[in-house]
Structures are given as C-alpha cells and as structure tokens.
C-alpha cells in the first residue's frame, strides 16, 4: 500500500526520501510499526510531516472537517451555557453577582462555591481533551486506511472516554490547559481560545527593554516546551499510558524532529492566515462593488458575504486543526520508528486494535453530507448576521482615551499636551501621595522603570519627586509634575481628564479627603471623572462627593457585573465582552475598555459602542472613529464584522 506520505515523496521526486520513507504507519492490530529511520534533513522530515497532513485531507479532508465543526458546535451551543451557569451558581453560593478579583476571598470561605468551581474546571478539561482525543482517533483512522465508520471511532473514542475518567490522565491538564493555550495554540478548541497572557500584562512589560527581552525569552521558551511535548496527545490517544508518562515519553522522542514539526505547523499557521485574507477579499469585494454602482443592494450582499465568510473561516479553520494532528501523528511515526529501543507491544500497547475489515462509510455520501451541513450553515449565517450588519453599522458615540498621555513620556504634561493635539476626549492619568502627604501625577510606586532607580514614591517628599526624570522607551525625557501643575496645564487647554486614584500602601489615613480637597482648591473638581482598582477608594469618593462621576476598574471580569455604587466599570480589553457591555447599559452602568492598542480590536470596540475606550494609540482610535463617521457605505462595516466574528487562528 502507498501511503500519503510515499505519494507526497514521489511527487517531489527525492531519490533519497524514497529509500527512508515509513512503509507503513500502523499493522493490521493498529500498533505502531518502528521501521528505522536515518535522520534526515530538516526540509525533507519537514516534507514529510506535510506531505502526510495533505493525504489526510485529501482522503478524508470532508469527514474530519465535519467532525470537527460538530464538535466545536456541540462545546460552544450546549456545553458553555452549562458551563456558565454552573460558574455563576458557584458565585451566587459565594455571595457574589459577578467575578471581582478583590473579593474572590468569598469563594474560598463557601464548600458549595469551591466544589461548583472544581466541577466547572473538571467538566472544562474532559471537553477540551475528548475534543482532542476524537479528532486525534479520526485522524488516525484515516491515515492507517480503516475508515471512519461511526460504531468503529465510538469504539475506540469510548475506550479513549473511559481513561479519561481515571486519575492517570490527569497528568494532561498542565499541557492542555495552560502550555497549548499559552503558546498559541488555544484555537484548538473554543475553551481554550481565550487562555493567553492578558494584554495588560504583556503591555506593561514590553515598556521597557528589560521586560521586552524577558517577554520574548517567555514566548520561546513556552513555545520550545510546546513542541517538546508535542507527542503527548497522540502517545495518549494512541497507547495505554498514563498522562505523565505521555508527557515524559514526548519529551524523549521529539530530541530531534522539533524543528521540522515546528517548521510543518508554521506552514500550516501561514497557509491558514493566507486563506483567511482570500476569504476576507473574495466576501468583501461584491459589498465594496455594490456600495459604489448600487448602495440599496449593498445589505443583501452584506449578509450573503458575512455568511460565506462565516462558513468558510470554519472550513479553513477545520483543514488547518486536522492538518497539524496529521503532522502530529506522522511525527510520531517518525520518532517511534527511529528509536527502536521502545517496544511497541509492551511500553506502548494500543488501546483499542483497528480492524482493516471494518466497514468504511461512502466518501461520496460523507462528503456531499458534509457539502450540505455546510451550505445551511452558510444560509444560515447570512440570515442571522444580517441584523448585526444593521447594529455594527451605527455611527459610535464612543470616547476615545489617551492612556495617560501621548507622545511624550506617560503622565507627563508633554503626553498630557501631545494626547490634547490627537484630539482625544479624554486623558487618563495616574495620581499617587508622595512622603509629604503630596501628589504627584505618576503610576508606578517604584521608580526603577521611568527613571532607573529603585527608589519608592512613598520615601519622597513633593519636591524630591519633581526633580527626577522620566525616560520612555523613545528616549523622549521630561519630569514627573505635580498633580497641581497637571491639573493646571489641563485646564489651560480645556482638556478633560479621567483620573485613576493609585495606591502604593502607605498613604495617609486621610489620603481621599486630601486628594478631593487639594483637586476642589484649584476649582476643578467637578470638571473630571474618576476611576480606582481600589474598592474602598471608589466607594469613599462616591460618598464624600455623590455628584462625581466615578468608575470601577476590573482587571478581571466575566460572567456578570458586581455590585457597585460606581457610575461606570472599566473593564480590562482581556476580559472584556458585549455581554457585559449590554449588562452595564441595563443597570445603567458606563462601559470603558483599557488598555486597547489593537486597531481591529479598536474598531470592534467602536461598533460595540463601548462608552470609552482607554489606549495608548489615541490617533488611530479617532481616525478609526472618524472614518466609521464619514464612510456610508457597508464594506467597513462588514470588514470589521468578518474580522470579529470570522477566527482562523
């Protein structure tokens, strides 16, 4: 028998891959066959590994993208509003309306609220991993040519189910849950997509070198411990083995084949990004056409080109997840086959054998099922989307917000100045006391970033504190000012600010009262909006002046709102959802986004109609604004649709 992989060699013509190709991937019982292999060059195992993807998708490319879509189907439409529901009963035992990081503390003093939690991350895990492990079976089936017949991959996926139920498997979670997620690799599943480093974070470290250079060395290192483990799913899938002993044993046979797997999968990522730009173009362009020769006709082609791009981001999205288990299982061929010294009956028994005589469902009948599972479901997401379209093409009402300043150097009053001249409608800017009792306009409490000096804020008086000077990452420089010289410069220009109280933890008893007294002598008190992450800070000002307008930061938010006496929330861009922006207008609670430098991630905020959206890029969010202002026409529109709602990776 000629496998994928022999074709692909043969094609390419490479006398040398043809004597060292894999004859076979399994034998008739579905074990592992090791047929040595010589270390080859890093482009032909490379070929190899994408030779064997494609003769996947050529072979049974309809199925497995089918499954896959169900699967996705099945996690999104049932089991996360299971999921969601158990987490907002486990806050309810705690005595909570929404997830607030500083009052998180409840939730471990309730048994109800701890057990729900624990269930939810149980339930999260064994969907993510059964995903994983059918697509894995599937791929498997297609590649050693025993079909994909229903009662055969419940068989063997049943078999795969019930491990999963032991605690042997558990030794998966670090792997599945937080390094696949962390690399980049959380599109596998829609549990999983949003695991990443939040942007805040991220943000604030690649301000400076240091944290730029430690930043990049976490990504390779997550993402070299990634490709070291990449086998652990299919070793899994594959053999009766533990999770922490798949773990182990991926560790040993990808020594040598992480760069060609590594080259394999970025070809795939790549060819992914190409296809999502050519379904970008070939949606859009009968809406930008209409939109110049016949406008009224531009929402019917709206929705058909949503719809279409709907339908075929998921098909995309499908060939590229079983292209990489394809490579993935192929790699394992590969590593089991050039160590010789494990024993594929004994170390590594297969869990379920695979009979060559099973009954193979008709291609022909699978793929035109497939054909038509698609076609509704693109009729189907042009009809529902069509109202979005309408709702996305409103013209925003949003505020745009310089994060504390722009062009100059952060809370300075050069940034104040520059974020003035951007046209913002806001700046955002960060106060702290200093020793004296004081302010300052400054939001670090240690001044090792801004002026490379490890000296806290709490230990300098005001006039020690406006003497240092603060550097940026443009080697811009300037001083640290006074909150009064700020707050002078701000009315000077009519400029209105959004001003976050910081806290260091040495403040004076009666920090706030100092604070409203110093900003209500210079007469501006009622001419600015507030914000605090602290809740006793947002609670004391509302009390002490009830007519401010003043916001609750959240860095962490999600499945509901907490209960607040603020006049708006602020919700971190990581965390964010248009689920809560509606919660928030409901209870009639302002919605402000921070810290927001994506431009895609800035338009969608705008059609989202978020009451502010707080960035270091104030430019690009009024050009966006403006432009989403002035164009009639519904081809931005839809582009920012397509760009929110269609994901590839």
């Known amino acids: 028998m000629r496998t994928p992989t022999r074709a692909f060699i043969d094609r390419l013509g490479h006398d040398a891959l043809k004597r060292t190709a894999p004859a076979a991937l399994a034998d008739a019982n579905g074990a592992f066959v090791p047929t040595p292999h010589p270390r080859l060059p890093i482009w032909s195992t490379t070929g190899e590994f994408l030779g064997s993807g494609f003769g996947v998708l050529r072979r049974g490319?309809?199925?497995?993208?089918?499954?896959?879509?169900?699967?996705?189907?099945?996690?999104?439409?049932?089991?996360?509003?299971?999921?969601?529901?158990?987490?907002?009963?486990?806050?309810?035992?705690?005595?909570?309306?929404?997830?607030?990081?500083?009052?998180?503390?409840?939730?471990?003093?309730?048994?109800?609220?701890?057990?729900?939690?624990?269930?939810?991350?149980?339930?999260?895990?064994?969907?993510?991993?059964?995903?994983?492990?059918?697509?894995?079976?599937?791929?498997?089936?297609?590649?050693?040519?025993?079909?994909?017949?229903?009662?055969?991959?419940?068989?063997?996926?049943?078999?795969?189910?019930?491990?999963?139920?032991?605690?042997?498997?558990?030794?998966?979670?670090?792997?599945?849950?937080?390094?696949?997620?962390?690399?980049?690799?959380?599109?596998?599943?829609?549990?999983?997509?949003?695991i990443a480093v939040p942007s805040f974070i991220s943000g604030e470290l690649t301000k400076t070198v240091p944290g730029s250079i430690g930043y990049v060395v976490f990504l390779l290192i997550v993402g070299a411990l990634c490709t070291q483990f990449a086998l652990t799913l299919p070793l899994f899938a594959t053999s009766n083995i533990s999770g922490a002993r798949a773990g182990r044993l991926s560790w040993r046979l990808t020594?040598?084949?992480?760069?060609?797997?590594?080259?394999?999968?970025?070809?795939?990522?790549?060819?992914?990004?190409?296809?999502?730009?050519?379904?970008?173009?070939?949606?859009?362009?009968?809406?930008?056409?209409?939109?110049?020769?016949?406008?009224?006709?531009?929402?019917?082609?709206?929705?058909?080109?949503?719809?279409?791009?709907?339908?075929?981001?998921?098909?995309?999205?499908?060939?590229?997840?079983?292209?990489?288990?394809?490579?993935?299982?192929?790699?394992?061929?590969?590593?089991?086959?050039?160590?010789?010294?494990?024993?594929?009956?004994?170390?590594?028994?297969?869990?379920?054998?695979?009979?060559?005589?099973?009954?193979?469902?008709?291609?022909?009948?699978?793929?035109?099922?497939?054909?038509?599972?698609?076609?509704?479901?693109?009729?189907?997401?042009?009809?529902?989307?069509?109202?979005?379209?309408?709702?996305?093409?409103?013209?925003?009402?949003?505020?745009?917000?310089?994060?504390?300043?722009?062009?100059?150097?952060?809370?300075?009053?050069?940034?104040?100045?520059?974020?003035?001249?951007?046209?913002?409608?806001?700046?955002?800017?960060?106060?702290?006391?200093?020793?004296?009792?004081?302010f300052v306009v400054l939001h670090d409490a240690n001044l090792s970033r801004l002026a490379g000096r490890g000296i806290h804020i709490a230990d300098l008086t005001l006039d020690e504190a406006t003497a240092i000077t603060v550097t940026d990452l443009a080697g811009r420089t300037d001083l640290i000012p006074s909150l009064e010289t700020y707050l002078a410069r701000a009315d000077d220009i009519g400029q209105q600010l959004l001003i976050e109280i910081k806290l260091h933890g040495r403040e004076t008893d009666d920090f706030l009262e100092r604070l409203v007294a110093q900003i209500e002598a210079q007469g501006v008190l009622g001419d600015h909006i507030y914000h605090s992450l602290d809740t006793a800070s947002v609670e004391g000002l509302k009390r002490m002046c009830p007519a401010l307008t003043v916001g609750y930061t959240m860095a962490v938010a999600g499945t509901a709102l907490p209960r607040t006496s603020a006049d708006f929330v602020v919700i971190e861009e990581w965390s964010y959802s248009s689920d809560l922006t509606a919660e928030a207008h409901r209870a009639g609670l302002g919605m402000f986004v921070w810290t927001v430098n994506d431009e895609m991630t800035i338009r969608q905020l705008l059609r989202d109609e978020v009451d502010g959206i707080i960035t270091d890029r104030a430019d690009v969010a009024v050009r966006a604004r403006q432009q989403m202002t002035e164009d009639p026409g519904l081809a931005t529109v839809l582009f920012d649709t397509i760009m929110r709602f269609v994901t590839i990776f």
């Not at 042997?168 to 997620?181: K, T």
């Not at 070939?282 to 082609?301: G, H, K, N, Q, R």
């Open 61 to 194: 490319g309809a199925q497995l993208a089918l499954l896959y879509v169900l699967s996705q189907a099945v996690i999104a439409l049932i089991a996360l509003p299971v999921l969601g529901w158990l987490v907002q009963s486990a806050l309810t035992a705690a005595g909570l309306a929404g997830i607030d990081a500083p009052q998180l503390g409840k939730v471990f003093a309730s048994p109800l609220s701890l057990g729900l939690f624990a269930l939810v991350l149980v339930l999260g895990y064994a969907l993510v991993l059964a995903q994983f492990l059918l697509l894995l079976v599937a791929v498997r089936r297609v590649q050693t040519g025993t079909g994909l017949g229903v009662r055969a991959v419940a068989r063997e996926f049943g078999a795969l189910v019930r491990r999963m139920l032991r605690p042997s498997s558990l030794g998966l979670v670090p792997y599945l849950l937080l390094l696949l997620p962390l690399a980049g690799f959380g599109f596998f599943s829609v549990l999983t997509r949003t």
């Open 255 to 438: 020594k040598h084949s992480q760069t060609p797997l590594a080259f394999a999968v970025i070809t795939v990522i790549l060819a992914g990004l190409l296809s999502g730009f050519l379904i970008l173009l070939v949606s859009i362009t009968p809406t930008l056409l209409s939109d110049a020769l016949w406008p009224d006709a531009s929402p019917v082609f709206a929705a058909i080109g949503l719809g279409a791009a709907v339908t075929l981001g998921i098909l995309c999205m499908g060939a590229a997840v079983v292209m990489v288990a394809a490579i993935l299982m192929q790699c394992l061929t590969r590593s089991l086959a050039s160590r010789p010294e494990l024993d594929p009956g004994c170390d590594l028994a297969p869990v379920v054998a695979i009979k060559s005589t099973e009954a193979r469902p008709t291609p022909r009948r699978v793929t035109l099922v497939a054909v038509g599972v698609l076609a509704v479901l693109a009729v189907g997401a042009g009809a529902l989307t069509a109202p979005v379209i309408a709702e996305m093409s409103r013209q925003p009402g949003t505020l745009v917000l310089a994060h504390r300043g722009f062009d100059g150097v952060e809370n300075t009053v050069a940034g104040l100045e520059g974020a003035h001249a951007a046209n913002a409608d806001v700046v955002e800017m960060d106060v702290m006391q200093t020793a004296d009792g004081e």
